[in-house]
């Protein structure tokens, strides 16, 4: 069956209209893409880059990705999970399996990042284009920049990465600079001729005087955003007004942009500013936020007029405008409004694009509201997709939107954070849980309850320390089955079932086991979740093989064998599932088969960029290899050990 089209605003070229071909940089670009992969296009704000950059997509009707960086990149699991999306879209029927950065595989960023783009390119056209704009957004500590170099080095012939920012390339390029493998286009190839001034004052039927194009052109001495305020302002005046050289382009952009708003209408003064309340926004959206039906036509008419807003496609027309002039509106509407009013608006706004899946956007607003309770509860619905999507970073930043107090003593903030840093601080995350649980009693959570007393024994199991406390949580999870008689959900038993590996370390004989182990035999037979039924299982196993209880292992991994060949499963949950394997033919004295199952899982770990856990695979095969005294193949483990290195 082909996939629906990504639609997602961020993920789709702009609309453009009117546009002026600038050959002058096509025929530059051309060239750049015949001797480079990668084109770097850098200069300041309104310097005419996306708008160059679509046009020539557009005219050389080249097919792409174009993906719009922001500040949320800086997550690298946030862009791997975007950039998914779109290039699944533009394989079309071709099928991809992207992988998702979850926990394992954050010891090897690169290794990861290697087989995420080389399985991406594998599926795109020999011509494909990706566009990296709004480069800038992400800061500079960020592990963004290093993906984006190793997408580089993985680049195949015939597809480009077109970079747009505003500034040039990172340090982190040099090596790729170094190889000539970067091309450029600077601000000053990026300036308007004249030429280029005369024809986009043609376009929109500006003056035709050479006299004024020339006073035009030094004014804005090629800056696009200036030309295009200039040549607003002579149509409603027939005046060119004058700005010195000294002036930063800010404050010229601010200059003219006031001069248009203050000439405005009240009505369409209001409207602008509501609407700059939302990053990106469609029609019935600036409606709602504005109360005005001409939105539509004003949002056209603005965008009809080139005035500083882009249109995307997709199954709702999304607008958005450039960000200089999104700035200037904040900044009067901050000037303009009581502080009670903007507040509201900016509550109706998150509202708003949190109904468009702008979950970052809606929580930003929220949070420049102190819309605190908003925001929890905006949170909690979105943490679990989150921690799906491998984005633990990105939950723990907007988790520290929230003052310290409320975090405190909000129980399902403190849950989420803990599980955001569980695998990367297992004794922080211990501390979450425990602050966690305390809160969940006062308000008698039972979901909550039952979550954390599982969450803060695999927690422990993580940390790699003293495990006796991990008894005491065994102990209030039984009083938790026995005062409400089990689970409150079949999602909460399978999330509890599967963390239960601490407990199993510290007390495999604890009578809370032998329980479950009941349930775990219920669940794999009932539950419909196929992932949550390998994980469950996988669990369980572990305790079973220790106990030697062969036949049941036999028989439960018969049980769950297919659906490992039916269901895309976690390549984490396919490799430990190939370990588990390789331990119970060991056990059963077939060690031959055993080396085979441990094989598979070391082409796993490989294959996929899981190094720690190829160890694991390596350390059975050496046990094994021992055991069952086969030289020759213990002779080849170093090698192996050092291909994971």
């Known amino acids: 069956m082909q996939r629906k089209p990504t639609t997602l605003a961020k993920l789709t070229r702009p609309k453009l209209f009117g546009v002026v071909p600038r050959e002058r940089l096509f025929r530059l670009l051309d060239e750049e893409r015949q001797n480079r992969s990668v084109i770097w296009i850098a200069g300041p704000p309104g310097a005419g880059k996306t708008a160059l950059t679509a046009s020539y997509l557009d005219t050389r009707q ?39 950065l979850t926990p394992e595989f954050a010891s090897d960023l690169p290794g ?50 077109v970079v747009i920012s505003h500034i040039p390339p990172p340090s982190q390029y040099a090596r790729a600079i170094a190889n000539n493998l970067i091309g450029h286009i600077s601000w000053d190839e990026l300036r308007l001729t004249l030429e280029e001034t005369t024809a986009i004052a043609g376009a929109v039927k500006g003056p035709s005087d050479e006299k004024l194009l020339h006073s035009l052109q030094k004014q804005t ?18 005046l060119v007004n004058h700005s010195t050289q000294s002036e930063t382009m800010e404050s010229v952009f601010n200059y003219f942009a006031g001069q248009m708003f203050d000439q405005a209408t009240l009505e369409l003064r209001e409207f602008l500013m509501r609407t700059a309340i939302l ?95 908003e925001l929890t509860r905006l949170l909690c619905d979105h943490a679990d997709a989150l921690i799906a999507q491998g984005r633990h970073q990105t939950l723990q930043r907007l988790i520290a939107m929230c003052p310290i107090p409320v975090v405190q003593r909000t ?17 922080a995350a211990i501390t979450d849980f425990e602050s966690a649980y305390g809160e969940f009693q006062i308000v008698d959570d039972r979901t909550g309850l039952f979550l954390t007393c599982g969450a803060i024994m695999e927690a422990y199991f993580y940390a790699e320390g003293e495990m006796s406390p991990v008894v005491a949580w065994a102990e209030k999870l039984q009083q938790l089955l026995a005062r409400h008689e089990g689970f409150p959900s079949i999602q909460t038993e399978a999330k509890v079932l599967g963390s239960l590996q601490g407990l199993m370390y510290a007390a495999p004989h604890h009578p809370l086991l032998v329980a479950l182990e009941k349930r775990a035999d219920d669940f794999l037979r009932s539950a419909a979740d196929p992932i949550a039924r390998i994980g469950v299982a996988y669990t369980f196993l572990q305790l079973i093989l220790w106990r030697g209880d062969f036949h049941k292992v036999r028989r439960i991994m018969a049980e769950m064998n297919p659906l490992l060949v039916a269901e895309p499963i976690p390549p984490i949950l396919r490799l430990l599932w190939r370990v588990t394997e390789g331990n119970y033919a060991w056990n059963t004295a077939s060690h031959v088969l055993a080396q085979e199952k441990f094989r598979e899982g070391l082409n796993i770990a490989q294959q996929v960029g899981m190094p720690l856990f190829g160890l694991l695979v390596v350390r059975g095969q050496c046990v094994c290899s021992a055991r069952c005294r086969r030289l020759t193949s213990s002779h080849g483990i170093p090698r192996q050990s050092r291909s994971l290195e």
Request: hydrophobic share 40%; proline share 3%; glycine share 8%.
């Open 62 to 100: 080249l097919s792409g990705i174009w993906y719009q960086v922001d500040s949320g990149d800086a997550d690298p699991a946030t862009f791997f999970h975007y950039l998914a999306l779109a290039g699944r879209t533009a394989a079309g029927r071709k099928s991809l399996r992207l992988p998702v």
């Open 112 to 161: 990861f990042t290697r087989n995420f783009f080389r399985e991406l390119f594998t599926g795109l056209r020999t011509t494909t284009t990706l566009v990296l704009d709004n480069y800038q957004e992400v800061i500079s500590e960020s592990a963004f920049h290093s993906v984006i170099q190793g997408a580089v080095v993985e680049l195949p012939a015939g597809i480009n990465l």
């Open 221 to 238: 001495n090629g800056w696009v955003a200036g030309l295009v305020l200039m040549l607003d302002r002579f149509k409603r005046t027939r």
């Open 279 to 373: 990053p990106q926004m469609t029609v019935s959206m600036a409606m709602e936020i504005s109360s005005n039906p001409q939105a539509g036509d004003w949002l056209n008419d603005l965008y009809r007029r080139r005035l500083f807003i882009d249109r995307r496609g997709g199954e709702e027309i999304h607008y958005q405008y450039h960000g200089l002039f999104r700035e200037f509106l904040l900044e009067r509407a901050r000037h303009c409004w009581s502080v009670s009013k903007l507040r509201k608006i900016r509550c109706l706004g998150a509202a708003l694009v949190a109904k468009d899946n702008q979950t970052e956007a809606a929580a930003t607003l929220l949070a420049e509201a102190d819309e605190w309770g």
């Open 411 to 427: 129980p399902w903030l403190l849950y989420w954070q803990g599980l955001s840093r569980m695998n990367f601080n297992p004794r």
